[in-house]
């Protein structure tokens, strides 16, 4: 089927120029995209396939001795209590994220969890392409009795975790005309022991899939490291053999490149450099914990591979990318760096290059047919020179117009065909509700109470100031 998409601005893609382009050819459809802006269909390598519940609760709020890490506040239970993720509908959390990558112009994902199989029937009624596998680990976070964050070992689950990842892959890897693809998601580095990265490189290597961990994602883990191993989290993962080109980190915000990690001599970002290793980097989640990479530019600068990802709510790369490049500003104190161009590259051909594919992130002769068109004449995006500045520094997800993935169109007047979006919203909101009506209270009672006001918006937030007071 040949479409054309005429009358818009054309983001296309030759030898690393953007360029416009002519068709002359026979059609089967025509597509006016007057006044609109016509962009490969964005990447997004690091998101998590469920409602965020868990996510959504921390926000404002969580334990001061967990610094600015979110997830640890919802994911470390005591022993033998399902964490809040676990306890979730998994196949809800799955067509929620689905729906919203796509309706905010994402037409390739990696969404890591343990929902590989839920998520398979969704993309492929929804469109998506995806690079997929159930996530394993060795260790659970966890809370003793006194509190304390620990962690609860089971190496045997770690190794059948990856068993099962190996066949998911074997049986599922290109799988709906190409669009499921394999890559092994051994979950965080301080959760993975050191036989369970050895053995991912080997199985990586063998079903030669791609391979992404969490990594440098906190300051705990971060020292955990360079407690158990004498290690920082990007020497451990050289040493097991996992660092090299089809390696993403997720995250890597805390290295010796930053300000806290106090680590002198640092070789981090040379590791990550030599080896082809590239980074997810998701600026949104940790600007919401205070914290930010440092930085997107000595990253850059130093020849890592940087892709973006949404992480945990929303699944909005356009804002992402606006977020990459604010944050890389502030945190350089320099407006000549972070440029709507570079994030713009991040979310497109970044997230390409960190998947190995060329046919990817790009218009181009010989690229999947995976499009989004964007329309820029709106009141909040106003008069524009140059439309990827339009694009960056104005425009939200909402925005998105079309998206066609692998030549099928999947949002169409921005909506996602085949999903009643108020119908996804209103079974969210009740799955969510349920999720947090089962949080314990002595969850809350260890997060800061001072920040809560007594006259928060949400009943949620008053019944936390009433059980911390
Ligand atoms: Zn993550």
């Given at each position: 089927m040949k479409t054309l998409i005429h009358g818009g601005d054309l983001v296309a893609y030759d030898q690393g120029r953007f360029v416009g382009a002519r068709y002359d050819g026979v059609l089967d459809a025509r597509v006016d995209a007057t006044g609109k802006l016509v962009i490969p269909g964005l990447v997004n390598i690091h998101c998590h396939p469920t409602t965020e519940a868990g996510g959504r609760l921390v926000a404002d709020v969580?334990?001061?001795?967990?610094?600015?890490?979110?997830?640890l506040n919802y994911?470390?239970?005591?022993?033998?209590v399902p964490s809040l993720d676990a306890r979730a509908d998994k196949t809800l959390g799955a067509r929620f994220a689905l729906t919203e990558l796509l309706r905010f112009g994402c037409t390739t994902a990696v969404p890591i969890g343990p929902s590989a199989d839920e998520l398979l029937p969704i993309a492929d009624a929804l469109g998506l392409r995806m690079y997929v596998s159930p996530a394993f680990k060795s260790a659970d976070y966890c809370v003793g009795d006194d509190g304390r964050l620990a962690y609860d070992w089971n190496e045997p689950a770690g190794l059948a975790g990856l068993e099962r990842a190996k066949a998911f892959i074997a049986k599922y890897a290109g799988a709906q005309n190409g669009r499921v693809q394999g890559m092994l998601f051994p979950y965080q580095i301080d959760t993975c022991s050191p036989a369970l990265l050895k053995a991912t490189r080997k199985a990586a290597d063998e079903l030669r899939v791609g391979v992404e961990i969490h990594a440098g994602q906190n300051l705990l883990e971060f020292h955990e490291m360079l407690r158990r191993h004498g290690r920082t989290p990007v020497e451990h993962l050289a040493d097991t053999g996992l660092?090299?080109?089809?390696l993403i980190i997720?995250?890597?915000?805390?290295?010796?490149?930053?300000?806290?990690?106090?680590?002198?001599?640092?070789?981090d970002l040379a590791l990550l450099a030599n080896s082809g290793t590239s980074v997810a980097h998701c600026p949104l989640v940790f600007a919401r914990r205070g914290n930010a990479l440092e930085s997107f530019q000595r990253y850059r600068e130093r020849g890592i591979n940087l892709g973006l990802g949404?992480?945990?709510?929303?699944?909005?790369l356009i804002s992402e990318m606006r977020w990459a490049s604010l944050v890389g500003k502030i945190v350089e104190r320099?407006?000549?760096?972070?440029t709507s161009a570079d994030v713009f590259t991040a979310a497109t051909l970044g997230g390409a290059r960190a998947l190995r594919r060329?046919?990817?992130g790009r218009l181009a002769?010989?690229?999947?047919?995976?499009i989004v068109v964007v329309d820029l004449r709106k009141l909040r995006i106003g008069?524009?020179?140059d439309p990827i500045k339009a694009l960056v520094q104005c425009a939200t997800g909402?925005?998105?117009?079309r998206v066609i993935v692998d030549g099928r169109t999947v949002v169409e007047n921005g909506q996602v065909l085949g999903v009643d979006e108020r119908q996804l919203l209103a079974d969210a909101q009740r799955e969510a509700e349920r999720l947090w009506s089962t949080v314990p209270e002595w969850h809350w009672q260890?997060?800061?109470?001072?920040?809560?006001?007594?006259?928060?918006?949400s009943s949620l937030d008053r019944d936390l100031g009433r059980q911390s007071s």
């Open positions: 969580g334990r001061r001795d967990f610094f600015q890490t979110g997830f994911t470390a239970t005591p022993k033998g660092l090299g080109p089809d997720g995250h890597c915000l805390i290295s010796t490149s930053h300000s806290l990690a106090a680590v002198p001599g640092g070789r949404t992480d945990t709510y929303p699944r909005d320099d407006f000549l760096v972070a060329d046919d990817l002769p010989g690229a999947k047919a995976d008069p524009y020179r909402d925005d998105v117009e260890k997060w800061t109470a001072d920040e809560l006001s007594p006259q928060s918006f």
